[in-house]
T-cell receptor
Framework: LAKTTQPISMDSYEGQEVNITCSHN???????ITWYQQFPSQGPRFIIQ???TKVTNEVASLFIPADRKSSTLSLPRVSLSDTAVYYC?????????????FGTGTLLAVQP | DTGVSQNPRHKITKRGQNVTFRCDPI?????LYWYRQTLGQGPEFLTY????????KSRLLSDRFSAERPKGSFSTLEIQRTEQGDSAMYLC?????????FGQGTRLTVV
């Protein structure tokens, strides 16, 4: 499984756009990129998943360059409630081995 | 259906005792995962079921840990002869598609 590297922490202010980048140099052809969010004392929550180019949903966008060796989670106009740990995961979706492997994640702190 | 349910939410046990946790996944989900999480770390994969078959088990899981998923429905995770190092949050997740849904976890404290 491809290893991921993310910044340990990031700071932002309310209303700003936040971009969290994840490196996954050894990503395999069949691997998808998935992001989860986790609040203290809760289980992780799925945010978004993509394979290439750009994916957008109601909460975030995911940008994946052509070489797929990195990806960027974009959170538009963050609020205090977006303070959480964000995890980038890389793995095969639907395959025989599709366990989710979490790294240490990025702690995003949003200030007023 | 209210999501993935884990019981108990908290468990305090003495070192050397056995504990068992239960996970009730979302009903139509065929995949079920167990994770362990300690403070400041991401969830650590323990084991994975597809229906009733345990397809993968982490080498980090010692012989004291066992998980079952009879009939492909709920799952149990048992820890025998608990040690202080087993203190952690134990998370269960289930999925049908790419999105995995996590429960709120069982916090185990071994004293």
């Amino acid at each position: 499984l491809a290893k991921t590297t993310q910044p340990i922490s990031m700071d932002s202010y309310e209303g700003q756009e936040v971009n969290i980048t994840c490196s996954h140099n050894n990503i395999a052809t069949n691997d998808y990129i998935t992001w989860y969010q986790q609040f203290p004392s809760q289980g992780p929550r799925f945010i978004i998943q993509g394979y290439k180019t750009k994916v957008t949903n109601e909460v975030a966008s995911l940008f994946i360059p052509a070489d797929r060796k990195s990806s960027t989670l974009s959170l538009p106009r963050v609020s205090l409630s977006d303070t959480a740990v964000y995890y980038c995961l890389v793995g095969v979706y639907g395959g025989a081995t599709n366990k989710l492997i979490f790294g240490t994640g990025t702690l995003l702190a949003v200030q007023p | 259906d209210t999501g993935v349910s884990q019981n108990p939410r908290h468990k305090i046990t003495k070192r050397g005792q056995n504990v068992t946790f239960r996970c009730d996944p979302i009903s139509e989900h065929n995949r079920l995962y167990w994770y362990r999480q300690t403070l400041g770390q991401g969830p650590e994969f323990l084991t994975y079921f597809q229906n009733e078959a345990q397809l993968e088990k982490s080498r980090l899981l010692s012989d004291r840990f066992s998980a079952e998923r009879p009939k492909g429905s709920f799952s149990t995770l048992e820890i025998q002869r608990t040690e202080q190092g087993d203190s952690a949050m134990y998370l269960c997740a289930s999925s049908w598609t790419a999105e995995a849904f996590f429960g709120q976890g069982t916090r185990l404290t071994v004293v």
